[in-house]
């Protein structure tokens, strides 16, 4: 009944900027860790970036190296909708992106997961 459905991508030009939505239903995330994920071709499966719930209190936010200061991730709870704005977009960052949402308020896995959603950077 858990279903996480993305949105937002597309092909864009080097430079350009693209924002990506996570819908999810079937349960309230609200104080669990969602993020995003994305796969090239003939590539492993890589973390972008993530919101976690810290010490019962405030949500933090983390990236990976190459996509900070490009790229924001941000939540509306109230939806039930996560985002992710990717601005200075570069060839490499092309992939499939995933949704991703963990098991629970304190889990450390990710349990449910998007169908994904292509993002193409190119001239």
């Known amino acids: 009944q858990v279903q996480l459905v993305e949105s937002g991508g597309g092909l864009v030009q080097p430079g350009g900027s693209l924002r990506l939505s996570c819908a999810a239903s079937?349960?309230?995330?609200?104080?669990?860790?969602m993020g995003w994920f994305r796969q090239a071709p003939g590539k492993e499966r890589e973390f972008v970036a993530a919101?976690?719930?810290?010490?019962?209190?405030?949500?933090?936010?983390d990236y990976r190296d190459s996509v900070k200061g490009r790229f924001t991730i941000s939540r509306d709870d109230a939806q039930n909708t996560v985002y992710l704005q990717m601005n200075g977009l570069k060839p490499e960052d092309t992939a499939v992106y995933y949704c991703?949402?963990?098991?629970?308020?304190?889990?450390?896995?990710?349990?449910?997961w998007g169908q994904g959603t292509q993002v193409t950077v190119s001239s």
């Open positions: 991703a949402a963990k098991g629970g308020k304190l889990s450390t896995s990710y349990d449910y």
């Open positions: 079937g349960r309230t995330f609200s104080g669990y860790g």
């Open positions: 919101t976690t719930w810290r010490y019962g209190r405030t949500y933090y936010s």
